[in-house]
């Protein structure tokens, strides 16, 4: 048995163990590794290995001979102090790797098949080309959706669940990909206003430039423990909380981090990470928006129903009751895009602003009283006007101040990026499309998630008429270097079509 | 545009480009990096960028604010100084992943796709997880056999090309998985004896207890420079070097190296591995060995003509005359397996002494002779005799001794490991099988082939008697730790079976 001393390297390998071994060391000569072999880290004799990669390396003063050298990762999940003795081996490859090779070879998996993979992935048995492999064995061709029920259901098995103690707890979920849509907001103090409990725990943003995490945080504390949230979701029927703090389906996050890069997003694998989320936060009946457009992550209406379809299959066979609504995804939402911009739209639709953005309103009136109408109670197409009379009356306002008040308000909410600059119109005419994805660009190149007052301000949107010179967008932002990224890009491509004015 | 100060981190991270940015560089805050982005490293501002994938670092002894740290490879592939200023971006994927997501997708791609993958792999601008996506996505369900041209094609053309200025240049490969298989090393000096052209490149050993390259390289200089190269092929007709020093199908070497930790070998990818470097080490005949057994890697008869017509099918269209011979790979061939071991077999039969491995013997006239009649002038079914007379002449013992010379001969050959332990039967009857992956497996242990005197050293065969006591093979080692391993592996699984004799 090989013993060596524990050697923290500060070094972020993100969702994936590395461990470093000097080129020296008789452990790395004697087996022979190669990089990106596998090893097992054994705290003691008959205890659970932890499974790294190996790096090589050739600097003593980053790992010396007869040390191991761990990323902050493994340095976490060993939690032991630096110059442990621990014995190292060459690791076996994860038994559930036979299972991705039939995957692989066309071979539909059973649900003990997907489990013992989840369980592997989630004791960081994987490296990332054997999650990438498993990705792309179940691509779009040959996962069938038993198959996206089986994974669904091994990546809640495999992580924490909420529990709420009541059998109606609402939840809705948008698919992403279109930046200002932030009905959340709006949603939960409405329903929750009704009575209904709709503890929404919610994501921060990974490529877009805000999620309702990152937004909520303008206005409150999002970072709540669990016992925390329950007590506000007790009093208040509902919260806006992040849902980082609980390890619900902690398999999905980990096979994110290699989706991401990889640019892939098949149906299968998006209705298996939303629903396996909603199911361990404890939702039981759930609202997907899907938009649909030319710009939107779906663009036609027939996709729109094939993902609609496979929703309905594996929520109906997962104990959660969801519904689909199909919803325009031509343009960005309001008028905002990034954190404090809005934060700033969803206030004042709650206060009834005059210039509140209309479409933003619109659209959270149309889902919340969809989700309204999951109470048995309220008879079929009257969720609308109640969620109506909620938000007119005050009560949804009321509503989010209490919430706020209890998730703990921010005393000195960020402010807009102090360097803005207006993008106009280069001719006169009727703007006829505005570019979801480089709306999102632009604003994330401002510097949006991360400072919360970048971002980009719409003052036009699709069929409105502008003249030359008029102002389309503002973009705001808190860096030099970011705020000139951004202009580079809008200038390169404004986002805006306009269809010119004939004399 | 971001400037960084160029500082090389002592780690090896082999094929994958790796730079290093410490959490409070301004242009990580900037550009909202994650841990797996891609960056694109310009060292002039029109040059070619070189790609690598981001770990972020906490440790300012590593790399501080306002530097790139990068890997070993990054350093090699930029080469300038440490200190010295480059602008660093964000890189956008390479164009061709998106045909990988079409194939992926279960699309047949052409060969201009295959090609700018190639392209954008040899020229780094692949991670590993886009590697694995490729490699699963050219797995076996879907991977035409055009496609596998298409690929092999792509291969030759993304690297260099040896000429040796005549029609026929023979070649021979074995797909591998059956230790002590060195009939190379008896079947260039018989060929070259004859008079054919045939410039020998092989490879290292990768998962093997000795490759050619290893087990030459007891005897002589390997690592040739490609002038030496030709001027020796020119004189002798053959030699017997390692393949490492030209750029032949560099793509393949990269996707090796994550089609190994994924235990990945599709047919497609092994015929368009072994093919792109053979037309890449210009040889235009081919005879290709494909050992057939309960442990080979090949263990079905159909499997072994479904390989042997995708081999023919990709040779015939690639200007490749190939002939694929099928043999038995029931057991490991000659005695010796690790180098200094299997140079003592090829000796003995080279030198016809009387206790020389027969099964090495046979085998190797067998394949010399079909070589042999690939000469225009040789009647066919008469290679095998000209095969024979060379070796019993003494003429293919000379033609290896000029090779030795040439290439360089080993003043001091290396010598057996000083450690070693026979592994006795455990009752009296009748070998009735070995098992190739257990005793490659136990000399891989025991530290060949780094070790070039570590290995096992057998001393009966399939079909042999054995009497309770008697030796079966001896393990040799170098290292009381490898020693170890090895002995713990054979006193676990011997490797071989035995059939008891009844009393």
Redesign the interface.
Known sequence: M?KLKLRP???????ENVA?LH?GC??Y????F?????IEIHKEEDGQPVIAVL?????A??TAPGELGIS?QVFAQLNLPPGTSVTVKHAT?PAS?DAV?DK???EALDYEQYLKIAQDIVENRY???????F???C????FERDEVLHLTRAMVETGDRLEWGETLVADKHCIGGIPGNRTTMLIVPIVAAHGMLMPKTSSRAITSPAGTADTMEVLANVDLLPDTLHAIVQRERGCLAWGGTARLAPVDDILI??E?????DSPGQMVASILSKKVAAGSTRLLIDIPLGPTAKVRSHQGALRLRKLFEYVGDRIGLELEVVITDGSQPIGRGIGPVLETRDVMQVLERKPGAPMDLREKALQLAGRIIEFDADVRGGAGYHIARDILDSGRALAKMEAIIEAQGKKPNPPSLGRLHHVITAPGTGTVTAIDNLQMASIA?LA?AP?DKGAGVDLHKKTGEHVEAGEPLYTIYAA?P??YE?ALDAARQNSGYTLREAHE
Do not use: C, W
Not at 34 to 38: I, R
Not at 55 to 59: K, L, Q, S, T
Not at 139 to 142: F, I
């Open positions: 090989t390297v500060a070094i972020d390998t993100y969702k470093y080129r008789t452990f000569r004697s087996e022979g190669q990089a990106l072999s596998k790096n090589i390396v050739d600097d003063g980053i902050e490859p790797l090779h692989i070879s066309g490296s990332k080309i054997e999650i990438a492999a990705l792309v064995g691509a779009e061709t040959g981090a290699v991401r890069p990889l640019s892939m994330r510097g991360l860096f270097a970011d990224f």
